[in-house]
């Protein structure tokens, strides 16, 4: 659930994964890209929230 949120919303997406310090700086610069580039530079941010997500599981997964 959380990757098909990451293709929509990926600094929301971060929040969710657990880190929000990260959340708020990719937000911070997702909006203006958006507009600056129209769109271009979304796959960038849905490949760092995928990344994150993978590695969030991963660590659930080493400390049990």
Wanted: net charge positive.
């Amino acid at each position: 659930m959380n990757y098909l949120l990451a293709l929509l919303l990926p600094p929301l997406s971060i929040l969710l994964t657990g880190r929000p310090i990260i959340a708020i700086i990719v937000f911070f610069i997702w909006i203006p890209a958006l507009f600056f580039s129209g769109g271009l530079t979304h796959p960038m941010f849905i490949l760092l929230a995928w990344a994150l997500i993978f590695h969030a599981r991963e660590d659930r997964r080493e400390r049990y």
